[in-house]
């Protein structure tokens, strides 16, 4: 688990991490191929070139193929992986 110093939660890192980079605060765009339908320019502004806010509220529940694979694990008392968009590497799994 990443915890700070303090070994609490959240973990607060410096502006320094949001400073410009080849591509917004990324060294690179998103992946072209995101799952559930979500949209590269969507997810790219979020990802790179935001640092307030996020997607407009309820975003995500227009995105169905989310849903249904979230109803599905809930069936088969699987978890889902989520993933980084930038580089693909696994951030966590929920529900645990």
Known sequence: KNVNDNGKF???GSNFIM???AHGTS???VQK???WGVDF???DRICNYNRHLAE?????????KFLKEVEKCKQEKKTMTF?????????YE???
């Open 10 to 12: 959240p973990v607060v």
């Open 19 to 21: 400073n410009k980079k």
């Open 27 to 29: 060294a690179t765009p």
């Open 33 to 35: 191929s995101l799952r």
């Open 41 to 43: 320019q969507t997810a």
């Open 56 to 64: 407009h509220s309820g975003y995500f529940k227009k995105k169905y």
């Open 83 to 91: 993933y980084d968009s930038n580089t693909g590497k696994p951030l």
């Open 94 to 96: 929920a529900p645990k």
